[in-house]
């Protein structure tokens, strides 16, 4: 009698286990949205996928293209909010919070300086009367997405693809709350934006790219500067689990 009883345990434990895994599995393949930008462009088309992280939370990014030496040749995307300066919680009205413009120079500054579009309040950030074109702009992904988007004409053999992302209130014990007490822009962001680059060299192509992080933004965006430690920062490096590039020349032929 025991025996079966055993048996019987061992059943539903095993059928347990497997119940687990198949929830597991779910998470792992849940469908990515599928986002594209820029498709009258003329050069190579450039797909990008970001598959979240245990610390994704509605996060804002920016992708786009260097040369090899590290100057900007133009945006591939970026949300809707950053991109018109209006944000879906941009001013409180009536105690209720509404679409409204915001200056948040601390949400993408290294893309942004990068862009070197100063603004008439002397901040790098798009504003209103002079956004990002919509043909680089899109709804912010909320969950892991496919960019697919192509560059506005060739490019140089060897370029790369940047991707800056950053997460609102991500405190740690190093970028704590009352880090820079007078700084509220610092307060809006906590953790720095995280840069991650891929470099592409069409000589020798690959099947796909990993994009790596090589560092941080300024934490309040008063700079466009990249510091390369990441000792610090802890969740921010959690927000993506992975991040692949793909090219295909005009031509066709995959890269």
Not at 8 to 25: D, E, M, P, R, Y
Not at 95 to 114: C, D, V
Not at 115 to 135: C, H, I, K
């Amino acid at each position: 009698m025991n025996r079966y009883i055993i048996l019987f345990l061992v059943a539903i434990l095993t059928g347990a286990c497997s119940a687990g895994q198949v929830k597991k599995n779910r998470v792992t393949q849940e469908p990515k949205a599928i986002l594209n930008s820029n498709p009258d462009g003329k050069g190579p088309e450039i797909s990008l996928e970001l598959i979240k992280g245990k610390s994704f939370n509605y996060p804002l990014m920016a992708v786009w293209l260097e040369d090899k030496s590290g100057n900007y040749i133009q945006s591939l995307f970026v949300p809707a909010s950053v991109a018109t300066g209006i944000f879906k919680y941009g001013k409180q009205e009536n105690n209720k919070w509404i679409p409204g413009s915001k200056r948040a120079p601390q949400t993408l500054p290294y893309w942004s300086h990068k862009r070197g579009v100063v603004a008439s309040d002397g901040l790098f950030m798009p504003e209103p009367g002079n956004p990002v074109p919509d043909a680089y702009s899109g709804a912010t992904p909320t969950g892991s997405f496919i960019l697919n988007s192509r560059a506005d004409k060739s490019l140089p053999d060897i370029f790369r693809v940047m991707l800056e992302i950053n997460q609102n209130w991500d405190f740690n014990e190093y970028w704590t709350n009352d880090k820079f007490p007078d700084d509220e822009n610092y307060k809006m962001s906590c953790q720095p934006a995280v840069v991650y680059e891929a470099v592409i060299d069409t000589r020798n192509p690959v099947n796909s790219y990993l994009m790596k992080p090589v560092g941080h933004s300024h934490y309040s965006g008063k700079t466009g500067e990249l510091f390369p430690d990441l000792g610090t920062l802890t969740t921010a490096l959690n927000i993506a689990d992975s991040i692949l590039i793909r090219i295909k020349l005009v031509t066709g032929a995959n890269l």
